[in-house]
C-alpha cells in the first residue's frame, strides 16, 4: 500500500473552492500520466482484492481506475453511468452527494454478457465497486444499492460486494455512512485526508 499511496500524494491536487464554494476537490488526473504511478495503485489492489469475479467502474473517474484494473487481472468490467448516458431498460437509484443530487444507472440485462462461469456455484460472488474519491458517502452508497438490485433481478442471491477508493475526505464521515447502512461492504481506502 505505501507505494500505491506515495504515488496518489504525488499525482493529485486539491482544489480548493470546486465545483462550489466550501468543497476542496481531490483531483487525480496527474496519476493518469505517469504509468508507474498508475500501476502502483492497480498492483496495490490486484494484491489486496484477490478472488474478485467483477468489477464495476462508477463515472467518471471510476471508468478509468475500474477498466484499467479488470484489464489488468482479466476480469469483466461493467459501467455504472450518470443518468441520461445509458441506453436499454435501466435500473438507477437516485442519491445526494456532497454537492447536489444525482442519479446513477445501469443497464438490467448487462449481466446477460458476462463470460460464462464468471458467477460462482460454490461460493459467493465477488463485485467490487471502483471509484476515485469517497466524501459523503451518497455515490458509494447508491452503487451499492444499485449493483444489489442488479444482481438480485439476475437471481444471484449469494455475493459479496467490497469498494476501491482512491482517497476519502475524513470529515464527511462517508465510510461509516455506508457502513451503517451496508455493515457487510467491505471499504478499501488508500489515502485519508
Ligand atoms: C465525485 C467523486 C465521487 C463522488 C463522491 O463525483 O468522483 O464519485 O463525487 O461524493 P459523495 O461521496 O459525496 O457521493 P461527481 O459526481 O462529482 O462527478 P464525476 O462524474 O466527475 O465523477
Ligand atoms: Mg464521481
Redesign the pocket.
Known amino acids: 500500500q505505501q507505494s500505491a499511496t506515495k504515488s496518489i500524494q504525488s499525482k493529485s491536487v486539491t482544489h480548493n473552492d470546486w465545483?462550489i464554494r466550501g468543497v476542496g476537490f481531490l483531483d487525480i488526473s496527474p496519476l493518469f500520466l505517469s504509468n508507474k504511478d498508475f500501476d502502483n495503485v492497480l498492483s496495490y489492489w490486484q494484491h489486496r482484492f484477490q478472488g474478485v469475479d467483477l468489477v464495476v467502474g462508477?463515472?467518471?473517474?471510476?471508468f478509468i481506475l475500474g477498466s484499467a484494473f479488470g484489464q489488468k487481472c482479466s476480469l469483466p468490467f461493467m459501467m455504472m453511468r450518470?443518468k441520461g448516458k445509458l441506453p436499454g431498460t435501466l435500473l438507477s437509484e437516485a442519491?445526494?452527494?456532497?454537492?447536489g443530487r444525482?442519479e446513477m444507472e445501469i443497464q438490467e440485462n448487462i449481466l446477460s454478457y458476462l463470460p460464462n462461469g464468471t458467477i460462482p456455484k460454490d461460493r459467493p460472488l465477488h463485485v467490487l465497486i471502483v471509484?476515485?474519491?469517497?466524501?459523503?458517502?451518497?455515490?458509494?452508497c447508491a452503487s451499492i444499492e444499485l449493483t444489489r438490485k442488479l444482481l438480485l433481478i439476475h437471481n444471484v442471491k449469494n455475493f459479496k460486494i467490497s469498494t476501491a477508493i482512491i482517497s476519502a475526505i475524513k470529515s464527511?464521515n462517508?465510510k461509516e455512512k455506508i457502513y451503517e447502512k451496508y455493515n457487510d461492504v467491505n471499504i478499501d481506502v488508500i489515502l485519508d485526508i
Open positions: 465545483p462508477l463515472e467518471a473517474r471510476g450518470k442519491y445526494c452527494k456532497e454537492y444525482d471509484d476515485d474519491v469517497l466524501a459523503t458517502g451518497g455515490t458509494i464527511l462517508g
